[in-house]
């Protein structure tokens, strides 16, 4: 004798009822059927999952535990459901989106705001991944469209160049180099600095940088984020050197921003997964993009201070 999905849809509502009558009202059936379908059940597993206190049934132990494993399979069928209702209401589907972290605050929401106006009935899920996680799901083909710093297309991936611009730095309020209308290099000396972590690219090209240039600054304070470098220097507690994208995003109240004499390019690209079926809506979605990037470097033309 096997165990049937019929079985465990009797024993899930006699642990939900705590009782035979009520878990057949439940299952709009007889409560002889549901007991005999738990005699059945206990048969097949080899072991007792009730016990009878009191007119009710208190589950074992071991009818807990299996309890655990059924409530996960019905979980999961439960969001397979809730996917198939939302693929009837709209015929298109969900066009899911990849990023990096920051990405998903700083030209994405703008691109989805245009393309709402444009496909008003249309899913969209975004999901900000680290790299290089980032891009092991679009090589899996996991999502429709990615938004990657890469400047190399991952595996089954094409690569296209949207969005070119320069780090800029970050610079509490009131500190004694606001009023430079660009900073060099130099200004850095003894400046505490708020770094990257240590295996971020753009922390070793920005520490090359600095090296190259014989100028040392005081690194005693590292994060993982552009977001969280500029809470920092917002604080006071340091300078810092950021993409564009994030500083546009966070300048004001506190936090000044100024441009380098020196260029670290930030480079945005647009990642297609070339073995996933494309969706009805990417080439809505990338126009919107495409519109939304050109809006930002605009913006970021006259928004750093000089």
């Not at 299996?66 to 409530?71: A, D």
């Not at 069928?77 to 809730?82: M, N, Y």
């Not at 296209?160 to 290099?185: I, N, R, S």
């Not at 520490?207 to 240039?213: E, G, H, R």
Request: charged content about 20%; glycine content about 6%.
């Amino acid at each position: 004798m096997k165990l049937s999905h019929r079985q465990i849809d009797f024993f899930r509502a006699v642990m939900g009822t705590g009782h035979v009558t009520r878990a057949a009202e439940l299952l709009h059936t007889s409560q002889p059927t549901v007991s005999r379908e738990l005699a059945r059940l206990e048969q097949v597993l080899g072991f007792v999952l009730f016990e009878r206190v009191k007119g009710r049934l208190k589950p074992t132990v071991r009818a807990l535990a299996l309890m655990e494993e059924v409530e996960q399979s019905y979980v999961g069928l439960e969001r397979i459901a809730a996917t198939a209702v939302s693929l009837r209401a709209y015929a298109h589907g969900r066009l899911q989106l990849a990023c990096l972290p920051a990405l998903s605050h700083a030209l994405l929401p703008d691109a989805i705001r245009r393309f709402a106006l444009q496909q008003p009935e249309a899913a969209v899920g975004l999901t900000p991944i680290e790299s290089p996680q980032l891009e092991a799901a679009l090589s899996e083909q996991r999502f429709d469209l990615g938004l990657s710093e890469r400047h190399e297309a991952p595996a089954a991936c094409t690569l296209q160049t949207l969005l070119v611009a320069d780090e800029v730095a970050v610079l509490p309020a009131g500190h004694a180099l606001a009023h430079k209308p660009v900073l060099a290099l130099g200004d850095f000396a003894g400046q505490s600095f708020i770094s990257f972590a240590p295996a971020d690219p753009y922390r070793q090209q920005v520490d090359a940088l600095f090296a190259a240039a014989g100028v040392a600054r005081d690194l005693r304070l590292e994060t993982p984020s552009a977001v969280s470098v500029c809470a920092l220097v917002r604080q006071g507690l340091g300078l810092g050197i950021v993409n564009p994208l994030t500083a546009l995003e966070l300048a004001g109240e506190g936090l000044v921003v100024k441009p380098l004499s020196v260029r670290i390019p930030f480079h945005v690209a647009l990642i297609r997964p070339s073995w996933r079926t494309e969706h009805p809506l990417r080439a809505d979605f990338e126009a919107a993009l495409v519109e939304a990037a050109v809006a930002l470097k605009t913006r970021l033309s006259g928004a750093v201070q000089t």
